[in-house]
C-alpha cells in the first residue's frame, strides 16, 4: 500500500500515515503484551469522582493515574512499572525527526502511556498536561483504524479537526499544538490488519518527556 503524504493537522500537529513498518508494529505488539501482563497488569483506569475508563491501560518509565505521574503504581498492585527501554527513545527521535524534519537527538521520553481499546471504547476530549515538560507527544496507532478528534488548546469544543488514524499511523503534537484538547471518539471495528498480531482492538502509544 501507498502511504497518504504526511499533513499538518494544526501548528506543531503532523500525521504520518502509515509510517511504522509492519515489523515494527509487529514489535511493538509483543513488547506491549509483555508490559500488559508485567509487572503492572493493564486496567481500566479508575478516576477520582468514580468514573472508570472505558481504555484499559498500561504504562512504562512512569506510572500515570489521574493526574499525575508516579514511579510504583500504587493505584493498582504497588510495583514499579518497566523501564522504558532505549530503543523506544530511539524510535521517538525517528518520529519527531520524521515529523518535523529536524534532528531530535535531545528528545528523551521517558514514559510511554500504552492504550487498548476494543470495539466500543473511546477517550474524550482532554489534554495532556501532567508532564512538567513542553517537549512534544509522540503517539503510534496500531491495529483498527479510529477516529481522532484533534482540537484547540481552550476548549473541548470546536475548531477540531477529526483524522482517521490506522494501522501504523504516527501523529505528534508539540510547539503551539502541544497542550490541545484531543480524543478518540470512535474506534472502527475489524478494520486492522491480523498480521501486525493483533487481531482485533486498537493499540496506541504515547510518548511523553515527564519532566520529572
Ligand atoms: O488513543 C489515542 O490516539 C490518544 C490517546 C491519548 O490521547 C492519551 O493517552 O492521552
Ligand atoms: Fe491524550
Given at each position: 500500500?501507498?502511504?497518504?503524504?504526511?499533513?499538518?493537522?494544526?501548528?506543531?500537529?503532523?500525521?504520518?500515515?502509515?509510517?511504522?513498518?509492519?515489523?515494527?508494529?509487529?514489535?511493538?505488539?509483543?513488547?506491549?503484551?509483555e508490559w500488559a501482563a508485567a509487572p503492572v497488569p493493564i486496567r481500566h483506569t479508575v478516576l477520582p469522582r468514580g468514573g472508570v475508563m472505558s481504555v484499559q491501560t498500561v504504562c512504562i518509565g512512569w506510572h500515570w493515574q489521574p493526574y499525575k505521574y508516579t514511579r510504583v503504581a500504587n493505584d493498582v498492585n504497588g510495583l514499579q512499572v518497566a523501564d522504558f527501554p532505549s530503543w523506544m527513545v530511539a524510535l521517538g527521535r525517528r518520529a519527531l525527526t520524521a515529523a518535523y524534519g529536524d534532528?531530535?537527538?535531545?528528545y528523551t521520553p521517558d514514559t510511554a502511556l500504552i492504550n487498548f481499546y476494543d470495539g466500543q471504547a473511546k477517550m474524550g476530549m482532554h489534554q495532556d498536561k501532567d508532564e512538567r515538560s513542553a517537549a512534544p507527544v509522540v503517539s503510534l496507532s496500531i491495529g483498527d483504524d479510529c477516529l481522532f478528534r484533534f482540537g484547540n488548546t481552550e476548549t473541548r469544543g470546536r475548531p477540531y479537526t477529526d483524522v482517521r488514524l490506522g494501522s501504523g499511523d504516527l501523529f505528534v503534537f508539540g510547539g503551539p499544538s502541544r497542550f490541545a484538547y484531543h480524543g478518540v471518539p470512535k474506534v472502527f471495528p475489524g478494520t486492522g490488519?491480523?498480521?501486525?498480531?493483533?487481531?482485533?482492538?486498537?493499540?496506541?502509544?504515547?510518548?511523553?518527556?515527564t519532566g520529572l
Open positions: 500500500m501507498i502511504p497518504l503524504p504526511m499533513r499538518e493537522i494544526a501548528p506543531g500537529a503532523v500525521h504520518a500515515p502509515g509510517w511504522l513498518t509492519l515489523d515494527e508494529q509487529q514489535h511493538l505488539v509483543r513488547a506491549c503484551r534532528p531530535a537527538d535531545d490488519n491480523p498480521a501486525t498480531g493483533l487481531t482485533s482492538g486498537r493499540l496506541n502509544i504515547t510518548m511523553r518527556v
